[in-house]
């Protein structure tokens, strides 16, 4: 029973990387069936969509087959889940801190207006800044950098639905407008650039 656990507490103490683990979910049959166990119902409710189990919701709600996991995000939320799993079972484990470290920073120096998930960028502002400051100070250096990174014109958008801020290459467009539709159409338009071609890309919301 325990080796067929062994790779969700492998990834929830940190001996294993996310890409090893989505690897396995794509491939190791075991792990895909240990993974169905439902999870009790009367504490996760939000997971009814995915009938309460783990196949279903990596299935589904990380994409597993198209794109890649290894973010920051997706490494604290997998990482969660996991933990979820394993308590409910009550199975102990000695949680790995460094995803949830990351992530909670990530969440102080990134604006609620960019909310990216970019790994590319920001893992390496993450790990550009100093370990040896204070918290204090690299969160402020961390924010300088991301500002510095999603450029406007003007000022920031003001999305109405989710940030939806364009990246092409690993590079952020720049923000140059937005406008309301007319004649009581409920959209709204952001116009995006790319600083070096000026080739212009147009994000639609609607209210």
């Known amino acids: 029973m325990k080796k ?3 790779p969700i507490i492998d990834y929830v103490e940190g001996r294993m990387s996310v890409t090893e683990f989505q690897r396995l979910f794509n491939t ?3 792990l ?3 993974l169905r166990t439902r999870i009790c119902t009367s504490w996760y409710t939000y997971l009814k969509d995915y009938n309460y189990n783990l196949q279903e919701l990596f299935e589904n709600h990380y994409d597993y087959k198209n794109k890649s996991w290894d973010t920051i995000v997706n490494r604290a939320g997998i990482q969660g889940y996991l933990i979820l799993f394993l308590d409910d079972l009550h199975i102990e484990y ?3 801190e460094k995803y949830d ?7 102080k120096i990134q604006p ?3 909310d990216c998930n970019n790994n590319s960028i920001l893992q390496k502002v993450i790990d550009s800044i100093p370990k040896e400051l204070s918290q204090t100070q690299r969160i402020k250096i961390g924010k300088e950098k991301v500002r510095a990174l999603f450029k406007y014109d003007k000022t920031y958008p003001r999305w109405i639905q989710n940030p939806e801020w364009p ?4 590079k952020p467009l720049v923000f140059s407008r937005q406008e309301k539709a007319k004649d009581g159409d409920i959209r709204t338009y952001y116009y995006f650039y790319d600083e070096d071609t000026k080739e212009q890309m147009v994000i639609e919301q609607f209210d």
């Open 4 to 6: 067929d656990f062994q």
């Open 28 to 30: 190791d049959k075991s």
């Open 32 to 34: 895909r069936k240990v």
């Open 94 to 96: 000695n949680k790995y």
């Open 101 to 107: 470290d990351d992530y909670k920073f990530l969440l």
């Open 112 to 114: 609620d207006w960019i």
């Open 167 to 170: 990246i092409v290459n690993d």
